[in-house]
């Protein structure tokens, strides 16, 4: 995978979301806080369709997502794929739960990334106490992760491709709103019809459509990559939507 550093001058902003992603699911002590920072420093770009893990690739390191959009994707032998879920900036990624994970699909870049390596996160999920710190927070992720590929689940399995378009839009917008990427009730959505359509398991056309159907009834504004929620308890009533709550650290103690 190609790399280039990035410059160091975008640093601070790019400190600043990694600990307002942190900060979401727990506290940060002060020596932990700069151990992230000084990783951040070493952020390095990531060009577009470039693979951040292989399938089968070992889970040991982690990385944030500071700039651009992935997914996790498997790939058929005849070369369509199924998008398991999207990664936004904020988003935690090369963890496992378990002693010598592995990846069972690719993480891909859909637009250029920027990403960094965190090991203070490896180190504290790997460590004995995981009740409190870096490593209650890494638990916790790993544990919102798990809520978001439910809901991909539960999207492509029972609902119409119209509830699985507005379900799509809205986590993303809070997803997005918690690391402060949304203004008012509008995000940049950087992806294809193509990328949504693989995501939701529609045709492209039919995703087209159900966006157009969306933007008839007064749901949603699309201009360039720009989506802005018009009604966003209508859109959650249609969709079943309901917020991802953060989990709770709960204590945890390996014997």
Not at 54 to 73: F, I, K, Q, Y
Not at 91 to 120: H, K, M, N, Y
Not at 142 to 159: I, K, S, T
């Amino acid at each position: 995978m190609p790399l280039t550093r990035v410059f160091k001058s975008d640093t601070p902003r790019h400190a600043a979301l990694a600990m307002r992603s942190l900060l979401r699911f727990g506290r940060v002590a002060s020596n932990d806080e700069m151990r992230v920072r000084d990783a951040i420093g070493d952020a390095e770009l990531c060009p577009a369709a470039g693979e951040l893990i292989a399938e089968g690739d070992p889970l040991d390191c982690a990385r944030l997502l500071l700039s651009g959009w992935a997914a996790r994707v498997r790939f058929l032998s005849d070369g369509r794929r199924q998008i398991l879920n999207f990664l936004v900036p904020g988003d935690t990624f090369g963890i496992a739960a378990r002693p010598c994970g592995f990846s069972p699909s690719a993480l891909v870049a859909l637009t250029p990334v920027v990403v960094a390596e965190v090991p203070a996160l490896s180190d504290a999920i790997a460590g004995p106490d995981v009740s409190e710190g870096l490593g209650a927070i890494a638990w916790c992720m790993l544990r919102h992760e798990e809520v978001l590929m439910q809901n991909q689940l539960m999207r492509v399995g029972r609902q119409t491709a119209y509830e699985r378009m507005a379900h799509l839009l809205l986590e993303l917008f809070h997803r997005l709103k918690v690391v402060a990427f949304v203004q008012g009730n509008s995000y940049l959505l950087p992806l294809t019809q193509e990328m949504l359509a693989d995501a939701l398991g529609l045709s492209v056309v039919h995703t087209n459509r159900t966006l157009q159907q969306l933007r008839r009834d007064k749901m949603i504004e699309l201009r360039n990559s720009a989506v802005t929620i018009l009604q966003p308890d209508a859109m959650a009533t249609v969709a079943d939507f309901r917020e991802p709550a953060l989990p709770e650290p709960k204590p945890r103690v390996r014997g």
